[in-house]
């Protein structure tokens, strides 16, 4: 502190006078250090600085100078300095603050890393995009933090994929240690040699059969010697195995033991995904009204199964035929290609309702023209009821004779009149259209027969006269002089 009076009363501020900014007053903000990655918090911390640098440059080098001798300047002695307008440090301060805790997400990088999801399991189909073709391995951008590598010749018998294309992939194996995905094709197969470590589960591979034994087929891949069971040949059972015998054809792999030098293959796995593959293919291009070529697959006593390349549907023997009909297989055989349509979908159920009668010209729609009422048709008898008998008029057209309708007389049995087989004449009596009904009778073309009983009586002699009734004797109207009963001295003793 000086001793000089003067100076000391010039460097005090008076009391009524409103202290002045000094540039130790408007030092700038300290910042805190930090770590932080982002440049929008270094880009925060350089504005603070630079708003505490323009409070000191508010005070000249000259009134600097004047106020270190003691003289109070002349722009301090009219009233304070006003200081210059300067970003709000506080709105700065907590900007870096949120930069500095990573809330402002949008403007700080994002780690690649972070992003991508957690590695996929084995087995998984994913699509992924070809990013570059090496020599045999086609590198893939499945969406993880690791590439996924993929064999070109798996591609063998169809056009390689470009830069850009979209691939479907199977996972095969996810290697952390060489930082890359091999995954295969959904049916890509591979080529083996004598190596048992070329081989693994999975793999689908060529296999040639060689022979078979009580359990399944032997096959031969590439100089390997591996066994595929009975039930992993086809996808149903397969009771002669010797057809199989000098055929070559792929199948996967689905255990290689090295130490036991056991390699079991699986044809039947690779025809189930091809069928649901094909399946799904085929349901999304599904709809009513389609006209389909099938094969008749299984026959059950209520109708049939027919493949139709993509899925099954179900013909009922109520569909199959405009005749009548017991059983499906009075029309259809297994194995035999039909052509049907498709008349209802079930998407939920995965049902397929199918008719193959639509496909003919329904035989009611001018029927009528041909059998009206009181007309006499020609017809075979088809089938007999307790009720009555079917009588065929022409492919897809019955009519049905009531019991009542056989004979005059009173019929018990249809097969006593009439039996399967018979050609009859029958009189039209209604035909329905809508109801695809046609009634007929057979007594209305015979004659209705006499009566023998009726005759027998005309001829019978006349009955005997009545014998004309004489007074009755007893009771209260006679005159006799006896009680009730008669004279009652007649029952004295």
Not at 231 to 257: H, S, T
Not at 348 to 356: D, F, H, P, T, V
Not at 396 to 402: K, L, S, V, W
Not at 456 to 466: C, H
Request: net charge negative; aromatic share 4%; glycine share 8%.
């Amino acid at each position: 502190m000086s001793s000089d009076p003067q100076l000391n009363e010039a460097t005090s501020p008076a009391p009524d006078q409103p202290v002045v900014a000094t540039p130790e007053a408007a030092a700038p903000v300290a910042v805190p250090e930090t770590n932080a990655p982002s440049e929008l918090a270094q880009q925060l911390r350089q504005n603070l600085k630079r708003a505490g640098e323009s409070v000191e440059a508010t005070l000249t080098e000259e009134e600097m100078k004047m106020a270190a001798q003691g003289i109070t300047p002349k722009s301090q002695q009219k009233g304070p300095v006003d200081i210059p307008d300067a970003p709000e440090l506080g709105d700065l301060e907590a900007q870096l603050s949120d930069a500095m805790k990573g809330t402002l997400q949008e403007n700080a990088p994002v780690s690649e890393t972070a992003a991508k999801p957690e590695m996929p399991t084995e087995g998984v189909k994913i699509q992924g995009t070809v990013q570059s073709i090496h020599g045999d391995d086609v590198f893939l951008d499945l969406g993880f933090r690791l590439p996924g590598v993929l064999q070109l010749r798996q591609f063998e018998g169809t056009e390689p994929p470009q830069v850009g294309a979209q691939v479907l992939v199977t996972v095969r194996k996810v290697d952390e240690n060489e930082g890359l995905i091999s995954v295969n094709l959904p049916r890509g197969k591979h080529k083996v040699s004598g190596n048992w470590d070329a081989v693994e589960a999975g793999q689908i591979v060529d296999c040639t059969v060689t022979k078979t034994n009580k359990g399944g087929l032997e096959v031969q891949v590439g100089s390997l010697r591996g066994f595929m069971p009975a039930g992993q040949v086809d996808l149903g059972f397969i009771e002669n195995l010797d057809q199989y015998v000098g055929q070559k054809f792929q199948a996967r792999i689905i255990e290689a033991n090295k130490s036991k030098r056991n390699l079991v293959l699986s044809r039947k796995q690779l025809l189930v995904e091809a069928r649901k593959d094909a399946e799904e293919d085929f349901w999304k291009n599904l709809t009513e009204n389609q006209e389909y070529q099938g094969t008749v697959k299984t026959i059950k006593d209520y109708g049939a199964f027919i493949d139709l390349g993509g899925a099954d549907g179900f013909l009922h023997v109520g569909e199959i035929s405009w005749n009548h009909i017991r059983h499906p297989n009075e029309v259809l055989k297994e194995g035999q290609s039909v052509n049907v349509k498709v008349l209802k979908l079930d998407r939920e159920k995965n049902r397929i309702s199918l008719g193959m009668k639509q496909l003919t010209q329904n035989p009611w729609m001018a029927a009528a023209d041909r059998y009206p009422a009181d007309s006499t048709v020609h017809g075979k008898v088809t089938r007999t009821t307790e009720f009555g008998a079917f009588v065929q008029l022409e492919p897809g057209i019955e009519g049905m004779i009531h019991i009542s309708e056989l004979e005059h007389r009173r019929v018990k049995r249809v097969i006593d009149v009439v039996n399967v087989g018979q050609e009859i004449d029958v009189k039209v009596l209604e035909f329905d259209v809508d109801k695809k009904r046609i009634a007929l009778s057979l007594k209305a073309l015979k004659a209705a027969p006499v009566e023998e009983q009726h005759a027998e009586d005309s001829k019978a002699a006349p009955p005997p006269p009545r014998r004309p009734r004489g007074d009755l004797k007893g009771g209260l109207g006679g005159k006799a002089s006896g009680g009730l009963f008669g004279n009652s001295a007649d029952y004295s003793r």
